[in-house]
């Protein structure tokens, strides 16, 4: 089962001043995602979920505890393999769109292909990440003509055309309503069993966990599981993945 | 609300006997507390009002010697009361809480205990919410038909209950934590405030 762990954090705990006061966001938090998963994380605002998502994701480095990518300690690794590890293996759904309003959204996603594909490679993968995320007809349009709910599909799709194994979503159902809420963390579990990624997201509405494999709760730096449930591993088996057989 | 009104409307979408009913009711409305029992009282109730019917019977499964089981139906007076039902006012069922209670009646040196119990409130919502998958047979993604939006919008509203008391259990437990704090702090001076 080890081998199928795609990030594991193991006592985590992370701290901001804000002038003089020092509030600790994660204290001593233990999660781990495995292939084939889907796992959100739910908080009141300022709970620290986007804390949390950066730190799983290496995109910052905790206090104390250890963060592990397929079992590799990312607080002793080279600056360089980390930046190689973010752009091969970590897909971080950016929200923020592409930083040029004249970009294409087949361009856009192709853009992190760029540096090892030709264009015409590039874009035509690009057009199968957005086909397979439901928003294939968005490829000529721009990112200020796209609707919330494209936005956030197109963001998914940027950041699953490397392939990687694990994705990390912050909020992706910000401002969508029921039904296109369903169609994204609908998208999201079948990516994680079909794809065999690890995917991890924070919400803050509760109604957006029901897709989710396994659910937390962060407060006061803390997270708490559903009581009666397993402990992590073993959760897995609980509500196994469907349409691939797990690795031996 | 009695389980008579959803049995009603569950027998008008498609009949079904009473165990089936009984797997509907939960599945649909599992978080409301519907004893399974309470389905065969109000099938009684319905049938004795003339507001269901039977429409045959379905074979007792595999053993043979197990009772046929009734089918039931609505009849014209049942959709007619169901209709009058879904035209009436919706109450506001009244809030009876046993936590509430005991926060609003304890005293500092309850602290410790009452924040233990919004720990494990907050853990058996979470368990809740994560009994409230998705119902059985829907497929994923963007849902089309009336009847599959209106099972998310209520489930939705459920789901929302219990984040609203999420929120307020965590809200609850940091004003404990620090009350408990300030306490601690005034006895060990021997203030005492109790």
């Given amino acids: 089962m080890s081998s199928q762990v795609r990030i594991a954090l193991e006592k985590v705990s992370k701290s901001y001043w804000r002038g003089p006061h020092e509030t600790t966001v994660l204290k001593e938090i233990s999660l781990s995602v495995y292939a084939g998963e889907c796992v959100a994380v739910w908080g009141q605002r300022g709970s620290g979920k986007t804390t949390l998502l950066k730190v799983a994701a290496g995109l910052e480095a905790p206090e104390s505890g250890t963060v592990r990518f397929k079992e590799q300690d990312l607080g002793v690794m080279s600056r360089a393999a980390l930046v190689r590890l973010l752009r091969e293996e970590i897909g971080w759904a950016r929200r923020a769109g592409p930083e040029s309003d004249e970009l294409e959204m087949l361009d856009y996603v192709a853009l992190p292909l760029l540096k090892r594909q030709t264009l015409r490679r590039a874009r035509r993968r690009s057009a199968a990440a957005l086909s397979r995320v439901g928003v294939g007809e968005c490829s000529k349009g721009r990112w200020e003509d796209l609707t919330d709910g494209e936005r956030t599909l197109v963001s998914i799709a940027h950041a699953m055309v490397r392939q990687p194994s694990l994705l990390v979503v912050d909020d992706p159902t910000a401002n969508l309503d029921v039904l296109q809420r369903e169609e994204v963390m609908g998208l999201l579990r079948s990516t994680a069993e079909q794809d065999w990624l690890g995917v991890l997201i924070t919400v803050p509405d509760m109604p957006s966990m029901v897709h989710a494999h396994r659910i937390g709760s962060l407060s006061d730096g803390h997270l708490l599981v ?19 057989a797990a690795p031996g | ?185 005034g006895t060990a001076r021997g203030d005492g405030t109790a």
Avoid at chain 2, 84 to 97: C, E, F, K, Q
Avoid at chain 2, 106 to 112: A, C, D, E
Avoid at chain 2, 121 to 139: I, K, S
Wanted: charged share 25%; proline share 6%; glycine share 8%.
């Fill in chain 1, 226 to 244: 559903p009581s009666g449930t397993l402990p992590e591993r073993d959760n897995v088996v609980e509500f196994p993945a469907r349409g691939r």
């Fill in chain 2, 1 to 185: 609300m009695s389980a008579k009104n959803a049995v009603l409307g569950l027998v008008i979408e498609r009949p079904g006997y009473g165990y089936d009913l009984a797997r509907r009711l939960e599945e649909r409305f599992g978080s409301s507390g519907f004893a399974p029992t309470g389905v065969y009282s109000a099938l009684d109730q319905l049938s004795s009002e003339e507001l269901v019917r039977s429409a045959g019977a379905r074979p007792g499964s595999a053993n043979e010697r197990a009772a046929p089981r009734t089918i039931y139906e609505a009849t014209p007076k049942g959709i007619d009361r169901f209709e009058g039902w879904m035209l009436g006012d919706s109450s506001l069922a009244p809030v009876r809480d046993e936590l509430y209670m005991k926060i609003a009646l304890s005293r500092p040196h309850n602290l410790s205990r009452l924040i233990e119990l919004t720990q494990t409130q907050e853990q058996d919502c979470l368990a809740l919410l994560h009994q409230l998958r998705e119902p059985t047979g829907r497929p994923q993604g963007r849902p089309k038909a009336w009847s599959e939006v209106a099972v998310l919008l209520v489930r939705d509203a459920e789901i929302k209950q219990l984040q609203a008391r999420i929120e307020w259990l965590q809200k609850a437990r940091t004003i404990m934590h620090k009350l408990k704090e300030v306490h601690q702090h």
